[in-house]
Nanobody
Framework: QVQPVESGGGLVQAGGSLRLSCAAS????????MGWFRQAPGKEREFVAG????????YYGDSVKGRFTISRDNAKNTVYLQMNSLKPEDTAVYYC????????????????????WGQGTQVTVSS
C-alpha cells in the first residue's frame, strides 16, 4: 500500500514551467505504476501521464504530449511531472495516483484503473 502526497503546484504565467512532485510512502512503491491526472472545475478527471515501475514505459495524454515529462526515482519513492510551455487550459488540480495493475502503462488511463490517490495540488496558469 502507498499513500501519495503531491507538491509543487502554484501560479505561473502562460509559457512558463512547473515541476510537480509526488512522494509516496510505503516500501513497495517501486512495484507500482504511477500516474498523474488533473481535474478542472466542472470537468471530469483527465489522464495526464503514466510511468511504469521501471521507468521503461511512459504514456501521455494527447493534450500534454511534447510539453510534459513524467519521471520517477524509486530510491526516493517519488514521481515527478515536469510541465513546460504551460497554457491557461492546463489550469486544474493535479493528482498523483498509484496502481498495482500489471497492464501496459498505455492502457492505464482511467481513474478507475488506479488504487491510491493523493489529495491534489492546484496549478493555475494565467494568460
Amino acid at each position: 500500500q502507498v499513500q501519495p502526497v503531491e507538491s509543487g503546484g502554484g501560479l505561473v504565467q502562460a509559457g512558463g514551467s512547473l515541476r510537480l512532485s509526488c512522494a509516496a510512502s510505503g516500501r513497495t512503491f517501486r512495484v507500482y505504476t504511477m500516474g498523474w491526472f488533473r481535474q478542472a472545475p466542472g470537468k471530469e478527471r483527465e489522464f495526464v501521464a503514466g510511468i511504469s515501475w521501471s521507468s521503461t514505459s511512459t504514456y501521455y495524454g494527447d493534450s500534454v504530449k511534447g510539453r510534459f515529462t513524467i519521471s520517477r526515482d524509486n530510491a526516493k519513492n517519488t514521481v515527478y511531472l515536469q510541465m513546460n510551455s504551460l497554457k491557461p487550459e492546463d489550469t486544474a488540480v493535479y493528482y498523483c495516483a498509484a496502481t498495482r495493475s500489471l497492464a501496459a502503462t498505455g492502457s492505464l488511463t482511467s481513474p478507475a484503473d488506479y488504487d491510491y490517490w493523493g489529495q491534489g495540488t492546484q496549478v493555475t496558469v494565467s494568460s
